[in-house]
């Protein structure tokens, strides 16, 4: 595709719910991350995939946070039972290899009443 | 500890005059270096990078200057214009790692 796509634009959701994060990476591209940015933040990192393989997850929040990626392609962020601080915009990057210029998506904002 | 930081959370201009941005880092082992522009309510989008064996590169309008002596790193753009408003962050990867690390960044404005 022309660049990263993500979905839903905005979110709007009751603590406690489940919420599901989708993004589309460039056509292409093997590596995808997922990072936070909290209002007037910088990006926290969150998790990268390779192939649909995630070899660090040591950057998602808590145990409520999940995330996968299929076919080397569409990937999705998962958060359960949310709360108020994951309140955040969460942005989707890919790039042709690891550590290769990282492009990211317009993002999800997330905001949990 | 491992941070990258801005100096100045804002910065003011003026339409046509020359902006520039700094950023310091503190880990002595990054080696590579990206400045990325972010709009209001879009993602950040990539300006220019480099690498820790060059002191300096140019891309259209924008330079990026590497001091390793001191770990800073500025954005120079010149002839700002009003489409250059945002907020501009700097980031760091070492080497093969895959984690950019930001600053939380510089608001550019650019008075007409």
């Known amino acids: 595709g022309a660049g990263v796509s993500q979905s839903p634009s905005n979110k709007v959701t009751e603590k406690g719910k489940d919420v599901e994060l989708r993004c589309d990476p460039i056509?292409?591209?093997?590596?995808l991350y997922w990072y936070r940015q909290r209002l007037g933040q910088g990006l926290e990192f969150l998790i990268y995939?390779?192939?649909?393989?995630?070899?660090?997850k040591s950057g998602l929040p808590s145990d409520r946070f999940s995330a996968e990626r299929t076919g080397e392609s569409v990937s999705t962020l998962t958060i359960q039972r949310t709360q108020q601080e994951d309140s955040a915009v969460y942005l989707c990057?890919?790039?042709?290899?690891?550590?290769?210029?990282?492009?990211f998506g317009p993002g999800t904002r997330l905001t949990v009443l | 500890g491992e941070s990258v930081g801005l100096h100045l959370p804002t910065l003011s201009v003026q339409e046509g005059d020359n902006s520039i941005i700094n950023c310091a880092y503190s880990?002595?082992?990054?080696?590579?270096f990206i400045w990325y522009k972010q709009e209001s309510g879009k993602g950040p989008q990539f300006i220019i990078d480099?690498?820790?064996?060059?002191d300096k590169r140019q891309g259209q309008r924008v330079t990026v200057l590497l001091n390793k002596t001191v770990k800073h790193l500025s954005l120079q753009i010149a002839a700002t214009q009003p489409g250059d408003s945002a907020v501009y962050f700097c980031?760091?990867?070492?080497?093969?790692?895959?984690?950019?690390?930001f600053g939380k960044g510089t608001l550019l404005t650019v008075n007409p």
């Open positions: 990057a890919s790039s042709f290899l690891i550590a290769d210029t990282q492009y």
């Open positions: 056509s292409g591209h093997t590596a």
């Open positions: 995939f390779q192939g649909n393989s995630a070899p660090d």
């Open positions: 880990n002595s082992a990054s080696d590579y």
């Open positions: 480099i690498r820790s064996n060059m």
């Open positions: 980031a760091e990867n070492r080497g093969s790692n895959y984690k950019l690390t």
